[in-house]
């Protein structure tokens, strides 16, 4: 097929050349065209052309035109294309892995009502003791599980696709945010291959890393959260009903948590001293 499209780009351009050679030729007086033309066509030919061909250049010269626009035009074409699917790429936003989404949202200075993510990734991704680098990845992509949309492959499928919400629900993250395996039926029910969209996270990393000052203060009241001297008048077994009437991963919930864990580990490094 490119053997047939090189013959062919080369004979239309032989053919706009002779085109362009024939109206040089004839753009002369009658007697300068016939001798012209004499010395270039064969005795055979010769015979063939019309006296009055010198009216024929303006002719000549437009074919010779065409001829060359339909000689570059697939090229053009193609490269419009090329250019034009470029420019589609770059205006849509690319695919990170959610093992990526992750790390970027434990390092940015996102935080919910004051209290930062990566803190809280820390000290909510193990409740019996420090958190690995995998669980704190895993525990942030359980986060924007509830916050944007997933999209993954469920072996054997091949094909990425957005994971239905209703199916994220019933999942949780593990291995370092790399699968999503599912809470309730068979553990092996999971997807791989799990992502998100770049831009959505931005934004969302954009949004959360906007609170400071009185925009906590302000989220405090509109999430009904505790403030700090509530929480710390607050008995453990008050924190504990707390937690369990709030939607996990909600605001509330999350603060009410962190301050379980921290008097965990309070009582923790009392016992180990005593």
């Given at each position: 097929m490119n053997v047939l499209r090189i013959v062919g780009f080369v004979l239309k351009g032989l053919g706009a050349c002779a085109l362009g050679v024939l109206g040089i030729m004839t753009n002369v007086t009658p007697q300068q065209a016939?001798?012209?033309?004499?010395?270039?066509?064969?005795?055979?030919?010769?015979?063939?052309?019309?006296?009055?061909?010198?009216k024929l250049w303006p002719v000549f010269f437009v074919l010779a035109v065409l001829m060359l626009i339909?000689?570059?035009?697939?090229?053009?074409?193609?490269k419009r294309k090329v250019i034009r699917k470029k420019a589609r790429q770059k205006s849509e936003p690319e695919f990170i892995s959610m093992q990526e989404a992750a790390t970027r949202l434990?390092?940015?200075?996102?935080?919910?009502?004051?209290?930062?993510?990566?803190?809280?990734?820390?000290?909510l991704g193990n409740l019996n003791g420090p958190a690995s680098p995998n669980e704190r990845l895993d525990y942030l992509a359980d986060f924007l599980c509830r916050k944007i949309a997933i999209y993954g492959r469920k072996p054997p499928a091949r094909e990425i696709g957005q994971i239905d919400?209703?199916?994220?629900?019933?999942?949780h993250s593990s291995d370092g945010a790399t699968?999503?395996?599912?809470?309730?039926?068979?553990?092996?029910?999971?997807?791989?291959?799990v992502c998100v969209k770049s831009d959505q996270l931005d934004k969302l990393i954009y949004d959360l890393e906007g609170e400071s000052g009185f925009e906590a203060g302000f989220n405090k009241i509109a999430h009904n959260i505790p403030y700090d001297r509530e929480l710390k008048a607050m008995t453990y077994a008050q924190?504990?009903?707390?937690?369990?009437?709030?939607?996990?991963?909600?605001p509330?919930?999350?603060?009410?948590?962190?301050?379980?864990t921290r008097r965990d580990s309070q009582l923790s490094t009392a016992s180990e001293r005593n």
């Open positions: 016939k001798t012209n033309l004499a010395t270039w066509l064969p005795d055979w030919l010769e015979k063939f052309v019309p006296t009055d061909i010198y339909w000689m570059v035009w697939p090229w053009l074409n193609n434990y390092e940015s200075e996102s935080n919910i009502a004051g209290t930062r993510l990566s803190e809280a990734a820390e000290k919400y209703s199916e994220v629900r019933r999942t699968i999503l395996r599912d809470n309730t039926f068979d553990q092996s029910i999971y997807w791989v291959d924190l504990a009903v707390e937690l369990n009437s709030c939607d996990k991963d909600s509330r919930y999350l603060v009410i948590k962190h301050e379980m």
